[in-house]
């Protein structure tokens, strides 16, 4: 079937360190996204991809960077910049020939001691 | 203010009860989208709407874009349907989705 797949789906990392979030699809789908969940917040837009080889960053960027070289592939990386970077992160995935029906993962929590 | 506002934000029903969730949105919209997310935190998309109203199960939404307003209704709930339910809009031709902050609901027997 196809889908999104995150992985981990927890991860603990100490303070300083830059860690890496796998995103992965197999829906052909062009654009993917990465969220970023906080208690008691909607979801935030960290950076998004429409294309290979292109991104945007979000409204929540400064900390965090991002790479498309495989259309089924966006990895996110939380850099020791990012402040706080303690929480739930969600991966989606979207094509305009789906009139942008959206597809989400299961999400990594992550956890910075 | 955000631009994407849902009440009420907690829900506790019993089973069997029928339910609304409201959004309400401030700009534009191509299209509105309501989401389910489970306690392990994955998120399902129930619906996409940019007109009028869909049924799928129990479960129907309507869209008032005049109003800028959309609502969720659930038909004969169940504790099954116990999730948080998230509000998001797509606005213009970009991709990208602004959401709500979400309606927790709880529904026991």
């Known amino acids: 079937d196809g889908g999104i797949t995150q992985s981990p789906k927890y991860l603990f990392r100490k303070e300083g360190q830059n860690v890496t979030l796998s995103c992965e699809q197999n829906l052909n789908h062009d654009a993917m996204y990465w969220y970023r969940q906080d208690p008691g917040q909607g979801l935030r837009l960290i950076y998004y991809s429409q294309i290979v080889n292109d991104f945007q960053k979000g409204d ?3 900390g965090y960077s991002v790479s498309r070289e495989k259309k089924e592939s966006f990895p996110l990386t939380v850099t020791s910049a990012q402040k706080n970077p303690t929480a739930f992160y969600l991966c989606a995935s979207s094509s305009y020939g789906t009139g942008y029906g959206y597809t989400f993962g299961s999400g990594t929590r992550l956890t910075v001691v | 203010k955000n631009e994407v506002e ?3 934000q907690n829900l506790t029903a019993q089973e069997g009860e029928f339910i609304t969730i409201n959004c309400s949105y401030s700009v534009g919209i191509s299209a509105l989208h309501w989401l389910q997310q489970h306690p392990g935190g994955g998120i ?3 619906f996409m709407l940019s007109s009028g109203k869909k049924k799928h199960g129990r479960l129907i939404a309507t869209i008032n874009i005049q109003e800028k307003h ?3 209704h659930i038909t004969a709930s169940h504790p099954r349907d116990s999730a948080v ?4 809009v797509r606005t213009g031709t970009a991709s990208k989705l602004t959401f709500g902050t ?4 709880q529904v026991t027997l």
């Not at chain 2, 339910?85 to 998001?88: E, G, L, M, N, R």
């Not at chain 2, 979400?102 to 609901?105: I, K, Q, S, V, W």
Request: glycine residues 4%.
């Open chain 2, 102 to 105: 979400g309606t927790r609901l």
């Open chain 1, 60 to 62: 929540i960027a400064e």
């Open chain 2, 6 to 8: 849902q009440s009420p």
């Open chain 2, 70 to 72: 959309s609502s969720l």
């Open chain 2, 44 to 46: 399902v998309s129930l």
């Open chain 2, 85 to 88: 339910y998230i509000c998001a």
